[in-house]
């Protein structure tokens, strides 16, 4: 004799899983933004800190490294900021540089300003509040 309940059981977890499974796939379509903002985040702080210890390196100090641990970026009044520290040999310096788009326009080593380009930055500035 077969019992009707096994496959109401198996019935209901087919279910439960389905349901489950397409739940998770309709948030993931409308949070991909939201899921995938990490990634895109950190690539493009990746670009910035490489464009930076470029500079450092050919314009400040030959051998500069970056510690990317100690970094931090963000964004302000759509210029962006990368600040932290890098390693020059066993010494440390703090390091500040402000992006007007792809272009440097503010650069600060141990709190001494290497570079300022207020013209560069106030004509970006300009072209983003059109």
Not at 69 to 93: I, M, P, R, Y
Request: proline share 0%; charged share 25%.
């Amino acid at each position: 004799m077969r019992r009707k309940g096994k496959h109401t059981v198996t019935k209901i977890i087919i279910a439960v899983f389905a349901i489950a499974f397409i739940s998770g796939t309709v948030y993931a379509v409308a949070n991909q933004d939201k899921l995938n903002s990490g990634v895109k985040d950190k690539q493009s702080n990746m670009d910035y800190y490489n464009t930076v210890q470029t500079y450092l390196n050919t314009n400040v100090y030959t051998g500069a490294k970056i510690k990317i641990s100690d970094s931090k970026t963000w964004e302000e009044e759509g210029l962006q900021e990368v600040q932290g520290v890098f390693e020059v040999g066993e010494t440390e310096h703090t390091y500040h540089v402000r992006f007007a788009g792809k272009d440097i326009v503010l650069v600060t080593v141990d709190n001494e300003k290497i570079l300022s380009d207020m013209d560069k930055q106030l004509e970006y500035m300009d072209s983003i509040d059109k």
